[in-house]
């Protein structure tokens, strides 16, 4: 799976936007860019996903570049409890790739009121 | 309520003494994996299964054992636990993409297992 660069750490108002950024410059064209999220030792949660359109759920935006070498995640209302560490993971998918997921080091966003 | 639950959520033991972990979903997922999370070293996979009676080693599997004998259920076990094992643990299941078809999967995650081993 290739590997994916995130900032470590970023402040976002509540209510305001919150625009979180992934490079992922050695992507292949069968890998799927993925978004989970932990709030403090909760269990991941799943955010959204994309291969090559932008996606839009009841969660978030995710915004992938044309040549797909990187991807923004934007969280449209941020709140408190959004306050989280946000990991953009990139795989393939399907049954000879199997279903492990490798977590980085993820972005710490801290929502302020 | 779709869910993954895990049980017991913290426990502390002592060395040796041999202790089961369960993990149960109601999705009805084929695949089931367990992970662990350690500071600054992220989510590792210890073990997986694909389907009932099915299962295979993750990244770290030493002094750990699984066993799937129902689709819900993958629960995790320490024979002889040792400090170096405590941690927190995850369960996680999703389904399994089928064999012609490439397409996204999503795994839902139980809340977490606190372990200390003392």
């Known amino acids: 799976d290739a590997k994916t660069t995130q900032p470590p750490s970023m402040d976002c108002a509540e209510g305001r936007a919150a625009n979180l950024p992934c490079n992922h410059s050695?992507?292949?064209?069968?890998?799927?860019v993925y978004w989970y999220r932990q709030i403090h030792s909760q269990g991941p949660q799943y955010i959204i996903h994309?291969?090559?359109n932008n996606e839009t759920n009841e969660m978030a935006s995710l915004i992938i570049t044309e040549d797909r070498k990187s991807s923004t995640l934007i969280l449209p209302h941020a709140t408190l409890r959004d306050t989280a560490v946000y990991y953009c993971?990139?795989?393939?998918?399907?049954?000879?790739?199997?279903?492990?997921?490798?977590f980085g080091g993820g972005t710490r966003v801290l929502v302020k009121p | 309520e779709a869910q993954v639950t895990q049980n017991p959520r913290y426990l502390i033991t002592v060395t040796g003494k041999k202790l089961t972990v369960t993990c149960s979903q109601n999705?009805?997922?084929?695949?089931m994996s367990w992970y662990r999370q350690d500071p600054g070293l992220g989510l590792r996979q210890i073990y997986y299964?694909?389907?009932?009676?099915?299962?295979d080693k993750g990244d770290v599997p030493e002094g750990y054992k699984v066993s799937r004998k129902e689709k819900r259920n993958f629960p995790l076990i320490l024979e002889s636990p040792s400090p170096n094992q405590t941690s927190l643990y995850f369960c996680?299941?999703?389904?399994?993409?089928?064999?012609?078809?490439?397409?996204?999967?999503?795994?839902?995650f139980g809340p977490g297992t606190r372990l200390t081993v003392l």
């Open positions: 996680a299941s999703s389904l399994w993409a089928p064999r012609d078809r490439v397409g996204p999967d999503t795994q839902y």
């Open positions: 050695t992507i292949s064209g069968n890998e799927y």
């Open positions: 994309g291969l090559k």
């Open positions: 993971i990139v795989r393939v998918v399907g049954r000879a790739a199997g279903n492990k997921l490798t």
């Open positions: 999705m009805n997922h084929e695949y």
């Open positions: 299964s694909m389907n009932v009676e099915v299962t």
